[in-house]
């Protein structure tokens, strides 16, 4: 993210902007590769839906509906976690319907494992694990 709020994606050595995903915005909260690099998940914490763009093509190619304050992609099969304004975790798979994976103190904390296992945390401490 730029200071402005775009998702873009930098040359590590040059640190030159490569590409641009989306419109600028100041509530751009976070952006994640997809394992294999191809697609990229940006989160606008004020709009929806949630948008998933090729990252060779610069354009957007699926879309979950619902502001999110984060999000990642989970592997075994591909699908990507968004944690929803009010908290909720919900898994998505492309052309699928969300299906919420847990209710928790927002924000919580979202990590997934190569084998697709998602682990959900809470403010207060609490620890959900979910099997791939």
Same mark, same amino acid.
């Given at each position: 993210?730029?200071?402005? *709020?775009a998702?873009?994606?930098?040359?590590?050595?040059? =640190?030159?902007?490569?590409?641009?995903?989306?419109? &600028?915005?100041?509530?751009?909260?976070?952006?994640?590769?997809?394992?294999? =690099?191809r697609?990229?998940?940006?989160?606008?914490?004020?709009?929806?839906?949630?948008?998933?763009?090729?990252?060779?093509?610069?354009?957007?190619?699926?879309?979950? #509906? *619902?502001?999110?304050?984060?999000?990642?992609?989970?592997?075994? &099969?591909?699908?990507?976690?968004?944690?929803?304004?009010?908290?909720?975790?919900?898994?998505s798979?492309? =052309?699928?319907r969300s299906?919420?994976v847990?209710?928790? #103190?927002? &924000?919580?904390?979202?990590?997934?494992t190569?084998?697709?296992?998602?682990?959900? *945390?809470?403010?207060?401490?609490?620890?959900?694990?979910?099997?791939?």
């Amino acid at each position: 993210m730029t200071e402005k *709020g775009a998702a873009v994606l930098w040359d590590a050595r040059t =640190g030159e902007v490569r590409k641009h995903y989306g419109e &600028p915005s100041i509530t751009n909260v976070e952006a994640a590769l997809s394992p294999d =690099g191809r697609l990229v998940v940006v989160v606008d914490a004020e709009r929806s839906p949630v948008r998933i763009w090729s990252r060779g093509t610069e354009q957007p190619t699926s879309e979950i #509906t *619902g502001a999110a304050r984060a999000s990642l992609f989970v592997p075994s &099969p591909l699908r990507v976690l968004t944690v929803a304004v009010d908290g909720k975790a919900h898994l998505s798979a492309p =052309g699928r319907r969300s299906v919420s994976v847990a209710n928790a #103190t927002s &924000p919580p904390a979202v990590a997934a494992t190569r084998d697709g296992e998602i682990a959900v *945390g809470t403010q207060s401490g609490d620890l959900r694990v979910i099997a791939g």
